[in-house]
């Protein structure tokens, strides 16, 4: 059985102050829930967030990370930086790393390595574009991208990752894949992935993202194959962060 999960990117967003009323006003509304809630603030918020969340259920994870370790790479921020900072978590490969940072299969494999090196269990983004999707080579690209860490780091390393399908075009965007179209992307994955591990894949939890609200968050993890969702601009809002938590539990 697979604890869902409900992870809030916060992307580029926020104050010292204002994290801290996110995690307060998240850990007032928080019921015991079932899934396991991440927050992922933005690096230099990460020491003002932990301290909020110790001793609650939240887990922290960062938005990024480099692939070296140490050394003189002005502006990144290393594997262990983080896991001393209480990062449990670490999202690779988001669509906007890809699209506006350069972030090739090639770069997103080597930090989904430096990740798992240092313990830190990636939450790996993959998804098609509109274009890929009106080509209709979604399968094609989904394939490649999980390929590209699979064949890097080798199937077994997927128990210690959580993969987030988010098609490019819904993030952001208000514009939600429906269940089924998620569900079908979802089940493409799992399958992709038991054909070389059949236990691998049945615990391996894939996240949806893109545009998922308090409204349409039930319905999509209601799907057999979604196990949560990652969640932008929602999980600004204490509330609405919330009540995607309350329909994933
Ligand atoms: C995301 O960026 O990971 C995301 C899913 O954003 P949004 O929920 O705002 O579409």
Request: proline letters at 4%; one cysteine or more.
């Amino acid at each position: 059985m697979r604890q869902k999960m409900v992870a809030g990117n916060w992307k580029m967003n926020g104050t010292t102050n204002s994290a801290r009323e996110l995690i307060s006003g998240i850990k007032a509304g928080l019921d015991g829930p079932s899934a396991e809630v991440v927050v992922c603030p933005p690096f230099v918020y990460i020491p003002t967030v932990a301290t909020e969340i110790a001793g609650s259920a939240i887990k922290l994870a960062a938005q990024n990370m480099c692939d070296k370790d140490v050394g003189a790479f002005t502006g990144e921020i290393s594997g262990p930086m983080l896991k001393d900072s209480g990062c449990e978590y670490v999202i690779l490969a988001h669509s906007e790393r890809r699209a506006m940072f350069g972030e090739t299969d090639e770069v997103a494999a080597r930090k989904y390595a430096a990740a798992l090196n240092n313990n830190l269990k990636p939450i790996f983004c993959i998804g098609e574009t509109l274009g890929e999707r009106e080509q209709d080579i979604t399968e094609d690209v989904i394939a490649r991208q999980i390929d590209a860490i699979i064949n890097a780091e080798g199937v077994a390393s997927l128990a210690n990752a959580v993969i987030a399908y988010e098609p490019v075009w819904a993030i952001g965007t208000g514009k939600t894949a429906t269940p089924d179209q998620a569900q079908n992307v979802h089940a493409f994955i799992r399958q992709r992935v038991a054909n070389l591990d059949a236990g691998i894949a049945e615990s391996l939890r894939i996240l949806y993202g893109g545009s998922m609200n308090p409204g349409n968050a039930a319905d999509l993890i209601a799907q057999p194959d979604i196990d949560g969702g990652l969640i932008g601009g929602a999980s600004l809002k204490a509330d609405d962060f919330l009540a995607i938590i309350n329909a994933a539990g």
